[in-house]
């Protein structure tokens, strides 16, 4: 049984994202510009379904956001109008967080906190305290226990309170890299998986010419039905699941880029690329 809070999957995870931190402020992936420009970076998916669940706003509402990163859709909510905590692992990301949080002029609207993901409820111990709690992008796959993961939502959500949930699609997780030239990608991962797969990669989504030294990571599968059974059994409800065709990153080299920023199937959609959800805490 893997030790959640403790051990060598969790060393070098937070390694190989430490490092990560400087190559993607150094990257184009990340552009700062639209939050210095007083607006948002979320993707235009989350974009829509945000706003689509908040028609009149966020002003008011107390937002966690898990696995926070350095914080840019952290600080887009903050830009909207909620208080958002921000929650990671990666101390150089926290650190950036914040100091991007002093420059946007954030800093009583945008806290963040440095904490592996299973201490949170020791870290920051407000039971039924956050209106909405957000993760998105690459998030779960890098834990090994989301039946976990789901509990500390559930924890954390007021009664009513909401999980905005959006991440890669499962599907599209059983694929490495392609099959050459123009070719599909090639199956290389069970999709029913419950065993991490061990990776040596030096490479990194956001920089191309990127060659890390603490390329080593543990990654697990999660297909949707344990996802849905996780946050089932720890108290919450599905209000909507929707499966993406797009993804803000090139996940594969097959992939077209479109004018919105996002990466789709060349011909048609042949598999979910990504997914969101909607779950909600019961009582008011």
Same mark, same amino acid.
């Given at each position: 049984?893997?030790?959640? #809070?403790?051990? /060598?999957?969790?060393?070098?995870?937070? *390694?190989?994202?430490?490092?990560?931190?400087?190559?993607?402020?150094?990257?184009?992936? +990340?552009?700062?510009?639209?939050?210095?420009?007083?607006?948002?970076?979320?993707?235009?998916?989350?974009?829509?379904?945000?706003?689509?669940?908040?028609?009149?706003?966020?002003?008011?509402?107390?937002?966690?956001?898990?696995?926070?990163?350095?914080?840019?859709?952290?600080?887009?909510?903050?830009?909207?109008?909620?208080? &958002?905590?921000?929650?990671?692992?990666?101390?150089?990301? &926290?650190? /950036?967080?914040? #100091?991007?949080? %002093?420059?946007?002029?954030?800093?009583?609207?945008?806290?963040?906190?440095?904490?592996?993901?299973?201490?949170?409820?020791?870290?920051?111990? /407000?039971?039924?305290?956050?209106?909405?709690?957000?993760?998105?992008?690459?998030?779960?796959?890098?834990?090994?226990?989301?039946?976990?993961? *789901?509990?500390?939502?559930?924890?954390?959500?007021?009664?009513?309170?909401?999980?905005?949930?959006?991440?890669?699609?499962?599907? %599209?997780?059983?694929?490495? =890299?392609?099959? =050459?030239?123009?070719?599909?990608?090639?199956?290389?991962?069970?999709?029913?998986?419950?065993?991490?797969?061990?990776?040596?990669?030096?490479?990194?989504?956001?920089?191309?010419? %990127?060659?890390?030294? +603490?390329?080593?990571?543990?990654?697990?599968?999660?297909?949707?039905? /344990?996802?849905?059974? *996780?946050?089932?059994?720890?108290?919450?409800?599905?209000?909507?699941? #929707?499966?993406?065709?797009?993804?803000?990153?090139?996940?594969?080299?097959?992939?077209?880029?479109?004018?919105?920023?996002?990466?789709?199937?060349?011909?048609?959609?042949?598999?979910?690329?990504?997914?969101?959800?909607?779950?909600? #805490?019961?009582?008011?």
């Amino acid at each position: 049984m893997v030790d959640l #809070r403790d051990g /060598e999957w969790l060393d070098d995870n937070r *390694a190989n994202w430490d490092e990560r931190v400087p190559v993607h402020l150094a990257s184009g992936f +990340y552009d700062q510009g639209p939050l210095r420009a007083g607006g948002t970076v979320l993707d235009p998916i989350v974009a829509r379904e945000i706003a689509g669940l908040y028609p009149e706003g966020l002003d008011g509402l107390r937002v966690l956001h898990l696995q926070c990163h350095f914080g840019s859709d952290t600080l887009s909510l903050a830009q909207l109008g909620a208080s &958002v905590v921000g929650i990671d692992f990666s101390r150089p990301a &926290v650190q /950036e967080a914040r #100091r991007m949080a %002093a420059e946007l002029d954030l800093p009583t609207s945008a806290c963040f906190i440095e904490a592996n993901i299973y201490d949170a409820r020791h870290i920051l111990p /407000e039971p039924e305290s956050f209106d909405l709690v957000f993760t998105m992008g690459g998030t779960i796959g890098w834990l090994p226990d989301v039946a976990e993961w *789901a509990r500390i939502i559930a924890w954390f959500l007021k009664p009513g309170g909401v999980l905005y949930f959006a991440d890669g699609h499962p599907a %599209a997780f059983v694929f490495d =890299g392609d099959g =050459g030239p123009g070719r599909m990608p090639e199956f290389t991962f069970p999709y029913a998986s419950t065993e991490p797969d061990v990776l040596d990669d030096p490479g990194d989504y956001a920089d191309p010419d %990127a060659v890390l030294e +603490y390329g080593r990571t543990w990654e697990w599968m999660h297909p949707l039905a /344990e996802v849905h059974a *996780a946050l089932r059994d720890a108290g919450l409800t599905v209000d909507t699941l #929707r499966e993406h065709f797009e993804v803000p990153f090139a996940m594969f080299p097959v992939l077209v880029g479109n004018d919105e920023g996002m990466w789709a199937w060349p011909d048609r959609p042949w598999l979910p690329l990504s997914y969101s959800l909607v779950a909600r #805490r019961s009582g008011f």
